[in-house]
């Protein structure tokens, strides 16, 4: 099982920029997620990147704003968010292989003024 652990997350003004890590203890051949959950809502999907990172895709609410990418060579991805506004507080999970696979402990965004 691939151990994943997301840093990056904190406190961000309302149009600020954050940018997410996760690390694989492992290489992975596989696309890879970010999902959130805000407080009292269901975990939502954010944003996946294939393996060659190639081919991204994205939530429709952080479209334009969000960017995946991945580092193969150091086995992490990230996800820079812009133009953040306070409806992206969230818990910020990584995910490799869907709903059921792994998934790292989590980090906070917080966007407030």
């Known amino acids: 099982q691939v151990q994943l652990v997301e840093s990056g997350g904190g406190l961000v003004q309302p149009g600020g920029s954050l940018r997410l890590s996760c690390a694989a203890s492992r290489r992975t051949f596989n696309s890879m997620n970010w999902y959130r959950q805000a407080p009292g809502k269901e975990r939502e999907f954010v944003a996946a990147i294939s393996w060659s990172g190639g081919i991204t895709n994205y939530a429709d609410s952080v479209k334009g704003r969000f960017t995946i990418s991945r580092d193969n060579a150091k086995n992490t991805i990230y996800l820079q968010m812009n133009s953040l506004n306070v409806e992206d507080t969230a818990v910020y999970y990584c995910?490799?292989?869907?709903?059921?696979?792994?998934w790292g402990q989590g980090t906070q965004v917080t966007v407030s003024s």
């Open positions: 995910n490799l292989g869907g709903t059921s696979g792994s």
